[in-house]
């Protein structure tokens, strides 16, 4: 049985999904970008900026879920400019600092919202 998960510390959806669903102990998180919980606009700031703002929206969807960030097995990440990669890497280390998730990093022709980052996971719950 799935479990849609919904939080006011992550920003709503934008479209027609959730920010997360649990299907027998896994949580399929939506992929986060750079909006701001109720006010649903880009934080200024440049990559890092964005980044954070990304992994603190991805970790209210995790726990929420009754998961943690040291649960998440696998991320996605997907940048409007692989040139992002090591400011990106830099921020999304602080949060996994022991025994990382899996993960991929992309580059993309745009992202919603015109953002520079957006990241998605799967964890245990």
Same mark, same amino acid.
């Given at each position: 049985?799935?479990? !849609?998960?919904? =939080? #006011?510390?992550?920003?709503?959806? %934008? ?8 299907? @027998?102990?896994?949580?399929?998180? #939506?992929?986060?970008?750079? $909006? !701001?919980?109720?006010?649903? +606009?880009? !934080?200024?700031?440049?990559?890092? %900026? ?6 603190? @929206?991805? +970790?209210?969807?995790?726990? &929420? ?7 998440? $097995?696998?991320?996605?990440? *997907? $940048?409007?400019?692989? @040139?992002? *990669? =090591? ?8 949060? *996994? ?16 919202? @015109? &953002? $520079?980052?957006? %990241? ?6």
């Amino acid at each position: 049985m799935k479990k !849609i998960v919904k =939080t #006011s510390a992550a920003p709503d959806a %934008i479209g027609p999904y959730s920010q997360g669903v649990v299907h @027998n102990g896994i949580l399929y998180c #939506s992929g986060q970008i750079a $909006l !701001i919980p109720g006010e649903m +606009k880009i !934080i200024d700031g440049g990559v890092k %900026i964005q980044a954070e703002q990304v992994m603190e @929206n991805m +970790k209210a969807v995790v726990e &929420v879920s009754g998961s943690s960030m040291e649960k998440v $097995l696998k991320c996605t990440i *997907f $940048l409007a400019d692989m @040139n992002d *990669f =090591t400011s990106v890497n830099e921020v999304y280390g602080r949060y *996994f600092k022991a025994d990382p998730p899996a993960r991929e990093a992309v580059a993309v022709k745009t992202l919603p919202k @015109n &953002v $520079l980052v957006e %990241i998605s996971c799967i964890a245990a719950v």
